[in-house]
């Protein structure tokens, strides 16, 4: 019969092992192997300054990764039913273990928002990026799917 110790420590290794596949599958995870275009979708809720309410947020873009980790893209935004043009653009980094993070500068209707923060991992051989957004206030998850591997 296992002890209390004993099940923790096995549950601790499964977790490791399982958040280590990606590696061990032969996935590649470097900031220079995930340049290329994506796709990318968000989905959650904002708020904007002086609400007190979250707002209903999706925004679709296309999104360019340089192999130097520099993001740049287009795309709309939907917030609370408004739809608006959006650009985004900054830098970002992975670690050998498919986990890494990005800051972003935006503009959402012409006007600059706040910059966003995520913490990011890499899976589905490099092509998938999925990434939670770590700023106060924001309750916002995005997916990038690679679309074309860049040079």
């Known amino acids: 019969m296992m002890t209390g110790m004993s099940l923790r420590a096995a549950v601790t290794l499964v977790s ?10 032969g996935q590649q995870c470097s900031t220079a ?18 609400a007190a309410t979250l707002i209903p947020t999706k925004v679709l873009s296309s999104v360019n990764v340089t192999s130097g980790g520099t993001f740049t ?23 050998s273990n498919c986990t890494g993070s ?3 500068a935006q503009t959402v209707g012409g006007q600059t928002a ?13 092509n998938t990026i999925d990434a939670l957004v770590t700023v106060p206030n924001f309750v916002l998850s995005c997916r990038l799917k690679r679309l074309a591997a860049g040079q």
């Not at 893209?73 to 670690?95: C, E, H």
């Not at 706040?114 to 490099?126: F, T």
């Open 16 to 25: 490791a092992a399982i958040l280590s596949m990606g590696c061990l599958l």
């Open 33 to 50: 192997a995930q340049a290329g275009d994506y796709v990318m979708t968000c989905d959650g809720y904002v708020t904007i300054v002086g």
């Open 73 to 95: 893209g287009t795309g709309t935004a939907s917030l609370g039913g408004k739809i608006l043009s959006a650009t985004l653009s900054g830098t970002g980094s992975v670690n």
């Open 102 to 104: 990005v800051l972003l």
């Open 114 to 126: 706040p910059s966003l923060s995520a913490n990011v991992a890499v899976s589905d051989s490099g």
